[in-house]
């Protein structure tokens, strides 16, 4: 009987401090609260609060931006277990999950140590120049919304003008293509004309020159007083008279 009693009593015991924990310790339950709607649309360099000083931005690149994210309230709002968050570079609309060591973007989430271990603190890195349009949190409690605690701009890298060429463009060319059916080569000779003067006959004789006509007049001449002279003398002998 002694026994069971001890056996009784030390059931009754553990219960009994199971139940003090139980009470003690908060239920905690996972819930997705959003990121404050005045942080929404914010660059770094547009930030109020900037803190560069933030030892946790010492391995930031100088062509990056720092973000940094606190979970507000006390334990009854538990730890960050993930964040969503939605960046643009004005162009596109990129997505970052914190923790992700996998993604191109540094991120991590920081417990406050302490006698308070909770993971409230998470950090991310982005190219210079971006705007956070939005993002969500998943927490180990209850919380109505996260904040954006601080930022640290960065410089944005500038890309490098192109080297304007020097190379001179070829002269355009002066010569012209002929035009289909035409010839470029230009006639050599240019045939004259059957006649020169005057409506001419179709029996292809040539026609009388200045110099033929005035060989014609001078023999026409040259006939006539022939025949002239023929004539006187013929004339003169007749009246010759013969005496004996």
């Known amino acids: 009987m002694p026994q069971r009693r001890h056996v009784a009593r030390a059931a009754f015991s553990a219960a009994a401090a199971t139940a003090c924990l139980a009470l003690a310790t908060p239920a ?14 914010s660059t770094a360099a547009d930030f109020p609060t900037q803190i560069c000083g933030d030892e946790r931005f010492e391995g930031r690149a100088a062509n990056q931006d720092g973000w940094h994210f606190v979970l507000p309230g006390g334990k009854e709002s538990g730890s960050f277990e993930t964040l969503t968050l939605t960046y ?24 406050a ?12 890195f982005t190219p210079a120049g971006w705007t956070l349009v939005d993002g969500s949190a998943m927490i180990s409690g209850e919380a109505e919304k996260f904040n954006l605690s601080h930022t640290c701009p960065g410089t944005p890298s500038q890309s490098p003008s192109p080297t304007p060429s020097t190379t001179a463009s070829p002269s355009p060319s002066t010569s012209t293509s002929p035009t289909p059916g035409e010839s470029n080569t230009p006639s050599e000779s240019t045939s004259p004309s059957a006649s020169t003067g005057g409506s001419g006959g179709s029996d292809g004789e040539l026609p ?37």
């Open 88 to 111: 643009t570079d004005g162009i596109t609309e990129v997505e970052i999950k914190v923790p992700d060591a996998s993604d191109a973007y540094p991120d991590f989430l920081y417990s």
């Open 208 to 244: 009388l020159t200045g110099v033929a006509t005035t060989g014609i007049a001078v023999t026409g001449l040259v006939l006539i007083g022939g025949g002239v002279a023929l004539t006187a003398l013929r004339r003169r002998r007749d009246r010759i008279t013969f005496t004996s």
């Open 28 to 41: 905690w339950a996972s819930s997705t609260i959003p990121l404050h709607t005045d942080h929404k649309g």
């Open 113 to 124: 140590g302490g006698q308070d271990s909770r993971v409230i603190h998470a950090y991310v």
